[in-house]
């Protein structure tokens, strides 16, 4: 495969549940995102693995707690989630240098509904 | 921190006229501007960049303007097409941080 991959595409989960999802990245980039798509905010970044370093959005909820085990995976792991949570949730990745902004690529999101 | 601003919300043109979309930014330290499509059903792809030392860039139908003193870029489709029909979206970065989205335009081409 190339690109960016998310699985699954959709989840329907209830407000009790654990869950996780999924980003593969398969073009050698070094920095990994995670973004919350919703009809409220277009596009809000959440999480950034970049250069070996994390940086968070401090108003996303600790409900939400990536892990990035490698520069070609990335997982959003989820737990005792509200309906408003509910959205398109979109990775990235890129090449990132220090000198300058670069393309970030997206995979296709995993569209989540919470009950 | 940097922020993006992007008019209109929603745009509808005819077939075959241009749309264009525009984008205002506050940090004069941002040295690169994306453009993303996003289709139906679909995450958001690059159509279209520019940085800092340039003014203008085009590529077939598309051309991005950038303007560093005011602040502002836009995005112009010309000959729209039915396919052209997205949610398109701004961006902006400077070394070492992070984009910055605007809100997203919603283009409808009528046939």
């Known amino acids: 495969e190339t690109g960016v991959t998310q699985t699954p595409r959709h989840l329907v989960m209830g407000m009790t549940n654990k869950k996780s999802l999924k980003c593969e990245q398969h073009l050698g980039h070094n920095a990994m995102y995670w973004y919350k798509q919703s009809a409220k905010k277009p596009l809000e970044l959440m999480f950034v693995?970049?250069?070996?370093?994390?940086?968070e959005n401090n108003s996303v909820p600790s409900r939400f707690s990536p892990e990035c085990p490698n520069s070609s995976h990335l997982f959003l792991h989820l737990h005792t989630l509200q309906p408003e949570d509910s959205a398109l949730y979109l990775c990235?990745?890129?090449?990132?240098?220090?000198?300058?902004?670069?393309?970030?690529?997206f995979g296709p999101g995993t569209r989540l509904t919470v009950l | 921190g940097e922020n993006v601003e992007q008019h209109p919300s929603t745009l509808s043109v005819q077939e075959g006229d241009s749309a264009v979309i525009k984008c205002t930014y506050s940090?004069?330290?941002?040295?690169?501007f994306p453009w993303y499509k996003q289709e139906l059903g679909k995450g958001p792809q690059l159509i279209i960049d520019i940085r800092s030392n340039v003014g203008e860039k085009k590529d077939q139908r598309i051309a991005v303007t950038l303007n560093k003193t005011a602040k502002h870029f836009s995005l112009h489709i010309t000959e729209t097409q039915p396919e052209d029909s997205a949610v398109y979206f701004c961006a902006a970065i400077k070394a070492g941080n992070m984009l910055t989205f605007g809100g997203g335009t919603r283009l409808m081409v009528k046939p």
């Open positions: 940090d004069s330290a941002s040295n690169y």
């Open positions: 990235a990745s890129s090449s990132q240098t220090t000198s300058g902004g670069t393309e970030q690529f």
């Open positions: 693995y970049s250069l070996e370093e994390r940086v």
